[in-house]
Nanobody, 121 residues
Framework: QVQLVESGGGLVQAGGSLRLSCAASGSIFSINAMGWYRQAPGKQRELVAI???????KYADSVKGRFTISRDNVKNTVALQMNSLKPEDTAVYYC???????????????WGQGTQVTVSS
């Protein structure tokens, strides 16, 4: 089985910073993309940022210039540094990873349990 465990959420004032971390463990042969998604109350889950194993990144327009995604391919971790936070960034943030569990297998998507980020005005 594959587990993704997130940490680092919390309450912060507008303009502040938070750093989210996610560690993947279990039956892992390789990981393709790792990323962060978020879901605010009453809204659909949306992409925040992803990073592929080669290091290429993609960000939602709403977070460009404020958030930075990074990963450690040896430790199977991904982090999201969030600066200049705004109240509209308030949401549950979910870690995602595309994991291949064995040689010759196929990639499957796995999710963490989510961590709450609340930005007060």
């Amino acid at each position: 089985q594959v587990q993704l465990v997130e940490s680092g959420g919390g309450l912060v004032q507008a303009g502040g910073s938070l750093r989210l971390s996610c560690a993947a463990s279990g039956s892992i042969f390789s990981i393709n993309a790792m990323g962060w998604y978020r879901q605010a109350p009453g809204k659909q889950r949306e992409l925040v940022a992803i990073i592929r194993s080669g290091g290429s990144t993609k960000y939602a327009d709403s977070v460009k210039g404020r958030f930075t995604i990074s990963r450690d391919n040896v430790k199977n971790t991904v982090a999201l540094q969030m600066n200049s936070l705004k109240p509209e960034d308030t949401a549950v943030y979910y870690c995602n990873a595309e994991v291949n569990k064995y040689f010759g297998g196929t990639y499957a998507s796995y999710w963490g349990q989510g961590t709450q980020v609340t930005v007060s005005s």
